[in-house]
């Protein structure tokens, strides 16, 4: 049981380049999150999928896109990379009922540079 | 909007000592409290949580009661080991708002011997 899995671990773009982050879960869980993190700023959120078949905007989404692949997967594109994505990316699982609260598990995180 | 607001860090300890991290909190509705813990090199868990006022949750000799008076959800341990150095993050769900948490920023944690 790996719980939630990302690749790669660490990543280095140039500016303009595209990448997809990818994030599975092996737990049965409804909802995926993406996360950013960054120094000062705690984590926040950039795109969740509340089920298999659902995207919705988190509160910084501007520069990406998601994908829920099925119900395993979810990944995050960034199709022009900016020197402002420079960040630790997290990827959160959760299971349960939908509209309470239930424990978001995480991912090992992907560091990015981007030059 | 909903924020939490936490104590700068690094705070820096010696094993044993007493800790204190502070959480403060402002939500347009009734929240959810929560400490994650987050080792180096590592993703975030959960170390604890409350889910109404005068709860309290505690884990691994950690402390935290939620305070709907002063909007506080302070960590507490009473004697620190140098396992416990992590960066340890206070965050809060709004009941009926899904499941998205709002995190403070982090404070970094150091016990030494």
């Known amino acids: 049981n790996a719980g939630v899995t990302q690749t790669p671990k660490f990543q280095v773009l140039k500016t303009g380049q595209s990448m997809t982050l990818q994030c599975a879960q092996d737990?049965?869980?409804?909802?995926m999150y993406w996360y950013r993190q960054d120094p000062g700023m705690g984590l926040r959120l950039i795109y969740y999928s509340a089920s298999e078949g659902t995207t919705d905007k988190g509160e910084v989404p501007n520069g990406y896109n998601v994908s829920r692949l099925n119900k395993r997967e979810f990944s995050l594109r960034l199709e022009s990379a900016a020197p402002s994505q420079t960040s630790v990316y997290f990827c959160a699982s959760s299971g349960g009922l939908a509209g309470a609260y239930n424990e978001q598990f995480f991912g090992p995180g992907t560091r990015l540079t981007v030059l | 909007g909903n924020s939490v607001t936490q104590m700068e860090g690094p705070v820096t300890l010696s094993e044993e000592a007493f800790l204190t991290i502070n959480c403060t909190y402002t939500?347009?509705?009734?929240?959810?409290l929560f400490w994650y813990v987050q080792y180096p090199g590592e993703g975030l868990q959960l170390l604890l949580k409350a889910t109404k006022a005068d709860d309290k949750g505690s884990n691994k000799g950690f402390e935290a009661t939620y305070r709907k008076e002063t909007t506080s959800f302070h960590l507490e341990k009473g004697s620190v080991q140098v396992s416990d150095s992590a960066v340890y993050f206070c965050a809060l769900i709004l009941t009926g708002g899904g499941n998205k948490l709002t995190f403070g920023t982090g404070t970094q944690l150091k016990v030494e011997l």
């Open positions: 939500a347009t509705g009734y929240p959810s």
């Open positions: 737990m049965n869980h409804n909802s």
